[in-house]
């Protein structure tokens, strides 16, 4: 257990359906974020929130869209998905100002998102 | 650019040693990361290395950095079925909120 919780584990949806993944960290950590796992590639940066601003938007299309209502919490909201966005979601969180541990990631198990 | 580079598979004898290496491309990087990750869990921080040290050690682990060639590797001695998982290199860039993650590299270890 990691401290980081994320749900669902695994999620299959539509190319029209409407979607959300939840994120929790029960860290007190300030700073949260999403990153994607397709096979073979490297771990995508997607977004940072640090105290529930946004820090960082890694240039994703807009069919995701991230909330951010308090530094515990990190939704992804999903809409009009393709057969690519298909991949493993991490979402991670961190305590920025800690020198090593500044930048040390607490990952969720992920959610498996499957699009048809 | 920003870039890490791994190889994506790696299989070795229990009992052996283990080595899996990386390459960056930032030389701002202020820490470098191994995270592990076994099947079905997100990733664990496994050891880390500050950009102005060259090796660290710990238990069965040594990580061993060269700042000129931007090469990072992980060894792991007496390596077990249980080493058995994908471990990520990672970079921390500038300071912010930017880790940077290889592909990993798959480890399966045969008994």
């Known amino acids: 257990e990691t401290g980081v919780t994320q749900t669902p584990r695994h999620l299959v949806m539509g190319m029209t359906n409407k979607k959300s993944l939840k994120c929790e960290q029960h860290?007190?950590?300030?700073?949260m974020y999403w990153y994607k796992q397709s096979a073979k590639k490297p771990l995508e940066l997607m977004f940072v929130y640090n105290f529930k601003e946004q820090t960082e938007n890694n240039s994703v299309p807009s069919r995701f869209s991230p909330e951010c209502p308090n530094s515990s919490h990190l939704f992804l909201h999903l809409h009009t998905l393709q057969p690519e966005d298909s991949a493993l979601y991490l979402c991670?969180?961190?305590?920025?100002?800690?020198?090593?541990?500044?930048?040390?990631?607490?990952f969720g198990s992920g959610t498996q998102l499957s699009v048809l | 650019g920003e870039d890490v580079e791994q190889s994506l598979f790696l299989s070795v004898r229990e009992g052996d040693s283990s080595v899996i290496n990386c390459t960056y491309t930032d030389s701002s990087s202020t820490y470098l990361y191994w995270y592990k990750q076994e099947p079905g869990a997100g990733l664990q921080l496994l050891t880390y290395?500050?950009?102005?040290?060259d090796m660290k050690r710990d238990q069965r682990l040594t990580v061993l950095l060269n700042k000129k060639d931007k090469h990072l590797s992980l060894r792991i001695a007496d390596t077990q079925t249980g080493d058995s998982a994908i471990y990520f290199c990672?970079?921390?860039?500038?300071?912010?909120?930017?880790?940077?993650f290889g592909a990993g590299t798959r480890l399966f270890v045969k008994a």
């Open positions: 290395i500050f950009s102005n040290m």
């Open positions: 990672a970079e921390s860039i500038g300071g912010g909120f930017k880790t940077i």
């Open positions: 860290l007190g950590h300030n700073a």
């Open positions: 991670a969180s961190s305590h920025p100002g800690q020198g090593a541990s500044n930048e040390k990631l607490f």
